[in-house]
């Protein structure tokens, strides 16, 4: 038994082993956050949603998958097939590989990277490359228009969401998401959410832009009544784009709670369950998805212009201004940092 379970902890099958859970986690995170939008909705414009497949509708992401895999994967007769059946893997696995380096409580992290926040940042930025396949392969206008929307938009949105994490760099002075969440310990008041505020709001916001959500789901453009960049898609093609994009919902959520709101910290001391703190981490990120609910179904969609103007008019200049406060506050008050 000891000799099985050293096996199980050497290097690479702890990590192959770790990432197929990861994949588990988010397929499963992706037809819940399928069940919770519906459901949201259905609440916030007064009916019932889903309530016919298992008690109150709760088996109806299972009865979608029994559909969706037996639906035909159709694609456009003039499509670039192997880019197009390439896009939504370019987009579903950054969404799941950055699991790999989220602290969950203080001894659940799969790789605790010095250098997370990068990885973050360089894996995300994959996406962008995954909408614009889909986009190209499909060989149709629309597609590309929606493509090039939501890439011009992600592109644009990844400078503010970038410059928002530095503050938190700068009061760390770590590179590690294990090491961030650490230096939060000690009750809500120590989260850095309060000290950089207007880096937590924008990390938020551009999230939102981030993961092609209301009111930055320009992708999907009312003037074509088309669906964007994944309009030619069927089955179980359409299906993965749909998960990367709820899985990324996820993910967002998730470095926000880790990097701004204490990880898996409890908001006080005599809260702290040890190996049982995964469940302060679940509570806020669970928390945190429903906003991205909340607004969806609360807000009218931006115009392209509006959208453009508030992240490079309004977020860049917000975060860079709050750059300069935090690095002058640390030279003011070097015994407190």
Not at 1 to 11: G, H, I, K, S, W
Not at 38 to 56: C, D, S
């Amino acid at each position: 038994m000891q000799t099985a379970l050293n096996v199980l902890e050497a290097e690479p099958v702890r990590l192959l082993i770790s990432f197929g859970a990861i994949l588990f986690l988010v397929l499963n995170l992706a037809g819940i956050l399928t069940m919770a939008e519906r459901k949201t909705a259905a609440y916030i414009q007064l009916r019932f949603g889903p309530n016919r497949v298992g008690p109150r509708g709760l088996l109806q992401p299972a009865a979608d998958v029994v559909k969706l895999f037996t639906k035909e994967n159709v694609s456009p007769g003039r499509s670039d097939l192997w880019v197009f059946l390439a896009a939504p893997i370019a987009m579903f696995i950054p969404a799941a590989l950055v699991w790999l380096v989220i602290p969950f409580s203080p001894n659940a992290v799969v790789a605790d990277l010095n250098v997370a926040i990068l990885f973050f940042v360089g894996i995300t930025s994959i996406s962008a490359l995954g909408v614009v396949m889909a986009g190209y392969g499909s060989r149709s206008t629309f597609s590309l228009l929606g493509a090039l929307r939501g890439a011009a938009q992600m592109i644009s949105y990844e400078v503010p969401l970038i410059l928002s994490l530095l503050g938190v760099v700068m009061l760390t002075g770590s590179l590690s998401l294990v090491d961030v969440v650490r230096a939060q310990g000690g009750g809500f008041w120590h989260w850095y959410f309060l000290p950089q505020l207007p880096m937590f709001i924008t990390f938020y916001i551009a999230g939102l832009a981030e993961v092609k959500r209301v009111p930055f789901d320009l992708p999907e453009g009312e003037s074509e009544i088309v669906g964007g960049y994944m309009v030619e898609y069927s089955g179980m093609t359409w299906a993965l784009i749909q998960a990367s994009e709820f899985a990324s919902m996820g993910l967002m959520s998730a470095i926000n709670v880790t990097l701004f709101l204490g990880g898996w910290q409890p908001p006080f001391e005599f809260l702290d369950l040890g190996t049982f703190n995964w469940f302060w981490f679940g509570l806020k990120t669970a928390l945190l998805m429903f906003t991205f609910q909340w607004i969806r179904w609360s807000l009218p969609r931006l115009r392209m212009d509006q959208l453009m103007d508030l992240g490079w008019k309004v977020l860049v200049p917000i975060t860079l201004i709050w750059l300069f406060v935090t690095a002058g506050a640390m030279l003011i008050f070097q015994e407190v940092f």
